[in-house]
């Protein structure tokens, strides 16, 4: 669905690009959420003026059903969620069911919107910002400041080439590890399972953040690279030592139509499922970077 559509039917207003909206006294906003790398829905973001505690996140969760409520840091941290309305009616009765129950339970816990300015506490804001798709009210020279000081650390962090042979190892290193699930479902059960494949870009991605280079925006692509090479060369493995263990080459067995067609076979599952599992996580990766840092503060210069 169109997000205008939507808006109209949640009787949401447009205001500096954003569609807002009021509910039992609740502000929230209608965005557009990457779920991963592709997948892109329409949800309600509501911004809460504390760090949510997992008793007020697991009540708006509860109250949320499916799709699953998600924390988000809008300014704060882990002090917004965003509602995905994916499956849910879009009959007006049932959506003001739905933002009953959101708000009953936003009340129950006592929440309350962020209105104070985020940097520095105080109320009485002088201006609005747009942060990940919500309004946020700010003091003007806050929120200059903490534009400028976060973007000199990014940019000085982006250019910066320090730990980055380190921090390619351990996504090296990570990979392998990422992969010893895989390794015992197809060793030992003979069997590749795509979710276990998500481990691999996972766990790379963890070790190049422990290697401490900075995150720039081809962090991802390089993560999705080196799980691609070390899942093929697992299959390569698996087949060199089969191929050991019969006496012969790899080469020569390679000259075995079967086994070529059943080598190629698992060369591509293991591509394809190692493209399925850096699609789930791509989303977790590409919001760490300083690119995405960047784009989401983009709103607090003006
Ligand atoms: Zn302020």
């Not at 954003?18 to 609740?26: L, W």
Request: glycine share 6%; aromatic share 10%.
């Amino acid at each position: 669905m169109k997000i205008e559509k939507m808006a109209s039917l949640l009787g949401m207003k447009e205001t500096q690009g954003v569609f807002e909206g009021t509910y039992q006294g609740y502000t929230f906003h209608l965005i557009h959420y990457y779920t991963d790398a592709i997948t892109k829905i329409l949800a309600l973001q509501f911004v809460f003026d504390h760090q949510l505690t997992k008793d007020e996140f697991k009540a708006i969760s509860k109250a949320q059903g499916a799709p699953i409520a998600r924390l988000e840091s809008v300014a704060l941290t882990q002090n917004a969620v965003v509602l995905p309305l994916l499956y849910k009616s879009t009959k007006p009765e049932k959506l003001n069911v739905y933002l009953t129950k959101i708000t009953d339970a936003m009340k129950t816990s006592n929440l309350k919107n962020l209105n104070h300015c985020p940097f520095c506490g105080l109320e009485e804001t002088d201006a609005q910002r747009v942060i990940k798709g919500s309004i946020v009210h700010v003091h003007d020279q806050c929120a200059k400041d903490f534009y400028e000081k976060v973007i000199e650390r990014v940019e000085a962090e982006e250019k910066s080439v320090a730990n980055l042979p380190k921090s390619l190892l351990f996504a090296v290193i990570g990979a392998i590890v990422g992969l010893i699930p895989t390794f015992i479902s197809v060793l030992f059960f003979n069997y590749m399972l795509a979710l276990l494949y998500a481990l691999i870009p996972l766990a790379s991605f963890y070790g190049f953040k422990k290697g401490g280079a900075a995150k720039n925006a081809y962090v991802p692509f390089v993560v999705a690279g080196i799980s691609l090479v070390i899942s093929l060369l697992f299959i390569v493995w698996i087949y060199q030592t089969g191929a050991a263990s019969l006496g012969m080459t790899f080469a020569e067995m390679l000259e075995v139509p079967q086994n070529r067609s059943e080598f190629i076979g698992d060369l591509g599952t293991s591509a394809l499922f190692t493209g399925i599992g850096v699609l789930i996580v791509w989303k977790s990766m590409s919001q760490q970077t300083n690119a995405q840092i960047k784009k989401d503060l983009s709103g607090l210069k003006k």
